[in-house]
């Protein structure tokens, strides 16, 4: 199967598809509480009822050599989506789910291009304890983890409390099977770029810096794919 141009897909059928990458002019992680607080409790809520939960769309690039795909838009998402799994999955005993439905071979689903933080990412979905953030991108991240958390062991505490109601132990089939993304793809670098400033300049808005820098990158990427063929 591979991705349409416009198309509705699940958390768990994006990863059937290769390998999701936030591209080095992307911003950094920088949801706060206010924005983990808030969908935490609209997922908490479907899960409750039992619906699907959709969450708007998901921008996308191609590589078109390989099943790897760009992040353009929706990759603050994404990264509080894939905390959130792992602080559920690290807590239960659960054959059917696990860390592991994160990672294809070696390399997790969705990673940072960017080493330090796509090492520290790492850290915060795999280790017991939360390694010392040394950016702020890495900061927000261990602030996630630690709110998904409290939130999953407040879930428990419920739980326990209570003789009928949603089980903890439910919740990562809701998150891969239940969260739907209406996804938009483009095909080529020049088309993501003209979609990641028209995406930025309706939100908070490109400064000079970052438009130069995404088109710097660009350039830079292309020519090294020419020079990679070329060897």
Not at 123 to 132: A, F, N, Q, S
């Amino acid at each position: 199967m591979s991705l349409q141009t416009t198309n509705i897909h699940t958390l768990g059928s994006l990863f059937e598809e290769g390998i999701f990458e936030i591209p080095d002019y992307q911003r950094r992680y920088s949801w706060g509480d206010k924005q983990n607080i808030d969908l935490f409790e609209d997922l908490w809520e479907g899960f409750w009822i039992d619906t699907n939960h959709y969450l708007g769309s998901l921008s996308l690039c191609k590589d078109t050599e390989m099943s790897r795909y760009k992040v353009i838009d929706g990759q603050q998402r994404i990264t509080s989506l894939f905390i959130l799994y792992s602080v559920v999955v690290n807590r239960i005993v659960n054959d059917n789910y696990s860390i592991n439905k994160l990672i294809n071979d070696r390399d997790f689903y969705f990673n940072p291009i960017n080493e330090d933080d796509k090492d520290y990412f790492q850290k915060i979905l795999t280790e017991t304890e939360i390694p010392e953030p040394m950016t702020i991108s890495q900061k927000m991240m261990s602030d996630a983890r630690k709110l998904f958390s409290k939130f999953i062991e407040e879930k428990e505490e419920e739980e326990a409390k209570e003789m009928f109601g949603k089980k903890v132990i439910d919740f990562p089939d809701y998150l891969m099977n239940k969260i739907n993304f209406m996804v938009h793809l483009v095909t080529n670098e020049i088309d993501a770029n003209k979609m990641f400033e028209a995406i930025n300049n309706r939100g908070l808005g490109l400064n000079h810096f970052d438009k130069l820098k995404a088109l710097f990158l660009l350039v830079w990427n292309k020519n090294t794919k020419l020079h990679s063929k070329k060897i």
